[in-house]
T-cell receptor, first 113, second 111 residues
């Protein structure tokens, strides 16, 4: 199988705080992981591509200093939303690539008050 | 940049009716993937199409990749209430396996 987990599954935080989301591939190694954001009733928007051992590649319009990505090992990538604001409230989903297929985590619902 | 559009945005059918969603990319794709997302859930991989003109079937679902590798369709025969959800196509192009998701089609099935 190819299982991807995310932690936490949901988080509520105050405006101005930072939130870290973990994405793990449980039964395979992933040199590449992807981070997406999905607003209600919208599609998944790719935020960045996370590569193990190197800097993440961010999509146009995504602030790299606000959304910090660290791909520390072949099974773990983290996304830190720094100084979160209410407009950052969204569903954040990661995926891990295995061959040409992406396996998605269950997502993290972030609410910033 | 690359865009992937889907039509319709929303479809409401009676159980037993057929359903089709269409996906169009602004650029040629190396492959196209289809995902289903239930309300409150995450996308679940359905299938990948790679070859020009390819047609694949999964029980009541038929997937097609266009000859020009810029469009695709998903057809569901005799819908069931379990088919409810949003269907996304996602196109991959170039050297990376980066996916660009389509706008999605929300399917509602009335019993």
């Amino acid at each position: 199988g190819a299982v991807v987990s995310q932690h936490p599954s949901w988080v509520i935080c105050k405006s101005g705080t930072s939130v870290k989301i973990e994405c793990r591939s449980l039964d395979f190694q992933a040199t590449t992981m992807f981070w997406y954001r999905q607003f209600p009733k919208q599609s998944l928007m790719l935020m960045a591509t996370s590569n193990e051992g190197s800097k993440a590649t961010y999509e146009q319009g995504v602030e790299k200093d606000k959304f910090l990505i660290n791909h520390a090992s072949l099974t773990l990538s983290t996304l830190t939303v720094t100084s979160a604001h209410p407009e950052d409230s969204s569903f954040y989903i990661c995926s891990a690539a295995k061959y040409n297929e992406q396996f998605f985590g269950p997502g993290t619902r972030l609410t910033v008050l | 940049g690359q865009q992937v559009m889907q039509i319709p945005q929303y479809q409401h059918v009676q159980e037993g009716e057929d359903f089709t969603t269409y996906c169009n990319s602004s650029t040629t794709l190396s492959n196209i993937q289809w995902y289903k997302q239930r309300p409150g859930g995450h996308p679940v991989f359905l299938i990948q199409l790679v070859k020009s003109g390819e047609v694949k079937k999964q029980k009541r679902l038929t997937f097609q990749f266009g000859e020009a590798k810029k469009n695709s369709s998903l057809h569901i025969t005799a819908t069931q209430t379990t088919d409810v959800g949003t269907y996304f196509c996602a196109g991959a192009g170039g050297a990376t396996n980066k996916l660009i998701f389509g706008t999605g089609t929300l399917l509602a099935v009335q019993p």
